[in-house]
């Protein structure tokens, strides 16, 4: 189901807010010795579809984010691993400044979570000499009872749970090293600090009562986090560019981290928050009640002076806008594209130096089509569009073959790329004569349009959205085929996981048919030709197609089977919570958290003074 939001006045921060916590963290002395990792999970398994390689070419939002958050913050021994770069670094063996991590930071996508217990159990390996584990991401924000109970005996998981942004990351920070002894692990101080009941007030965080043996009862959930509503509070993301691991197979780190100078070698693209919000409420998208239905965006002298700063200290060109839907405030896109229109980076324009996609909504963007001029003078060449089907049978978003074909026309008249990205729907067959419904009547309509590539996914139960629960309670969602459980990694979109069709396996062979149609020799050849201003990204995303193609079928022949052959065993109901979440106890009284410091600061002069005695 969607996520709870919080009540109109109460959904923001207050503004300085943020800065203010990050300020009181560098001042402090102990953030600079605390050895800190940070995990970006990654599951192979998932590596399909038309843009395989992008994947390891892309330095992800999250990483840098977090990075960045905890560098402004103070702490100074920390290194970033992304697993599609480093699949086999181990906590285990991890060593930074050649210490062990005190703190273990693991992000995860839902498709990624099978990697993300991985690294949560390797640090449990390391007994009590483990760090504090805090998981976060994606998977966090909507499934945090997955993090807990990943052993047998129940015992094994995250300590705790951000389910929001990297304001509830710092301010958790911020309270345990309040209260945080001299010579104290991190890990133990959240264990006082939790049991002394002072989480209680810092929305965003679910985490379980105590740190007992076996599986939690429960777990305390301590309500919706605020958001931080001006991002130009958020730190820029430069130094966490100089954290990152360098690409390697090893289970050990490397001595020092990936300098900046070097980074252009292993990355290609850089993601950047632009926007965050849309106004769309498609029952299939999580993202408008996770963004609790407002719009947010960076200053346009903010995002100019962030590509700026990482195009001439770390040589990256290209930038991909982490946005929900850029277009979906005119007057926040009109004056970000006229800033970097203005804008020069070196003495050179701003869109000599730099090229930048992002996402949108064909219906936002015709129908600020006047911008496209200025949005490619901005340095604009590629947008991905959400169009799931021209029809608009499956969800009406203003879209249509008629004005697909106007959009697509103007923004190669401007020099930018169309994206579109469709999704395969049960009732939708692979072709209908005489209309559009059919898959490859659309494929093959965008190919004509003009799309330099396409992505085709499977209409896929999205936890937190509005049309989560209705497949699970109609006997469309597959638990196990062929004796596989459908495990979260199945849920990537290229995976037939959800069907009310008795021959699954053809609407698995559709989606790559319709692959198959817009990425072939053939279409490569004709792109060959066209000699025009996109030729260089046209001919990219059809080499990476056709190969992908012939990848994709290969990697896909085992679930194929599986739905051709396997019974499938479907579910009655939308899967459960793994543990009830319970509302944390609301301590309002001045005098109750005055006390709780007196008794956690005695704690504090006991364990010095015992170290002293010691």
């Not at 959240?190 to 985490?207: E, K, N, T």
């Not at 100019?304 to 896109?333: H, I, K, Y």
């Not at 015709?366 to 340095?379: E, I, Q, S």
Request: aromatic share 10%; with cysteine; charged share 25%.
């Amino acid at each position: 189901m969607e996520l709870p939001g919080r009540s109109a006045g109460d959904v923001y921060t207050s503004p300085g807010r943020y800065q203010t916590l990050q300020s009181g963290l560098q001042v402090r002395p102990e953030p600079r010795d605390i050895p800190v990792l940070f995990v970006y999970a990654f599951d192979y398994r998932t590596r399909l579809g038309p843009f395989l390689s992008l994947d390891k070419m892309l330095i992800p939002g999250a990483p840098t984010a977090v990075g960045a958050a905890l560098w402004a913050a103070g702490f100074r021994t920390l290194r970033l691993v992304l697993q599609q770069w480093t699949p086999n670094v181990r906590v285990s063996r991890a060593r930074i400044e050649g210490r062990p991590p005190e703190l273990l930071l693991v992000s995860s996508m839902q498709i990624h979570s099978a990697a993300a217990y991985d690294v949560i159990r390797d640090a449990w390996s390391l007994g009590d000499h483990r760090p504090l584990i805090i998981a976060g991401g994606a998977k966090a924000i909507y499934e945090p009872w997955d993090f807990f109970a990943l052993s047998r005996d129940g015992t094994v998981g995250a300590d705790v749970v951000v389910t929001g942004e990297e304001f509830v990351l710092i301010e958790l920070l911020d309270r345990i090293l309040e209260f945080k002894a001299k010579n104290e692990t991190l890990r133990h101080a959240f264990d006082r600090v939790r049991d002394a009941g002072q989480l209680a007030d810092i929305l965003g965080l679910v985490y379980r009562p105590d740190k007992g043996n076996g599986p939690p009862t429960h777990l305390i959930d301590t309500g919706t986090q605020r958001l931080v509503q001006d991002l130009d509070e958020l730190p820029l993301p430069l130094d966490a560019l100089g954290l990152l691991e360098p690409r390697h197979r090893r289970r050990t780190l490397s001595h020092r981290p990936l300098p900046v100078a070097k980074l252009r070698h292993s990355a290609k693209v850089m993601s950047v928050v632009t926007t965050h919000g849309c106004k769309l409420h498609c029952p299939y998208c999580p993202i408008p009640a996770y963004n609790q239905f407002t719009f947010r965006f960076k200053s346009p002298e903010r995002l100019v002076e962030e590509m700026s700063l990482v195009r001439r200290q770390a040589g990256l060109q290209r930038f991909f806008g982490t946005d929900d839907n850029f277009f979906n405030n005119r007057q926040a896109a009109e004056a970000t594209l006229s800033a970097m229109a203005r804008a020069t980076i070196a003495g050179k324009p701003f869109r000599d130096q730099v090229n930048w996609a992002t996402e949108a909504t064909e219906f936002d963007v015709f129908k600020n089509r006047d911008l496209l001029p200025v949005a490619r003078d901005a340095g604009l060449r590629l947008i991905w569009f959400g169009v799931e089907d021209m029809t608009g049978k499956l969800v009406k978003k203003g879209q249509s073959p008629d004005k697909t074909k106007q959009l697509f026309r103007l923004l190669l008249d401007n020099g930018i790329g169309p994206m579109p990205m469709l999704m395969h729907h049960d009732g939708q067959s692979l072709y209908t004569a005489g209309d559009m419904y059919g898959l490859l009547n659309q494929v093959r309509y965008l190919r004509r349009a003009g799309a330099l590539g396409v992505q085709v996914t499977f209409l896929t139960p999205s936890v937190g959205s509005k049309g989560y629960e209705q497949p699970y309670r109609d006997g469309m969602v597959f638990e196990r085929v062929g004796g596989q459980t459908v495990d979260d990694y199945l849920f990537d979109g290229n995976h037939c996981v959800a069907t009310s069709d008795g021959r699954p396996w053809k609407k698995q062979l559709n989606m790559l048919a319709s692959y198959a149609c817009f990425h072939n020799p053939l279409s490569l050849f004709r792109d060959l030709l066209k000699f025009d201003s996109l030729w260089s990204y046209r001919l990219l995303f059809q080499s990476l197609g056709n190969l992908s193609v012939v990848r994709s079928l290969l990697k896909d022949r085992g679930w194929l089977c599986r739905l051709t052959w396997g019974k499938a065993e479907r579910f009655a109901k939308p899967p459960a919570a793994k543990f009830p979440l319970v509302a944390a106890p609301r301590v309002d009284a001045e005098s109750a958290r005055f006390g709780d410091a007196i008794h956690l600061r005695s704690v504090e002069t006991a364990a010095v003074e015992t170290d002293a005695a010691g």
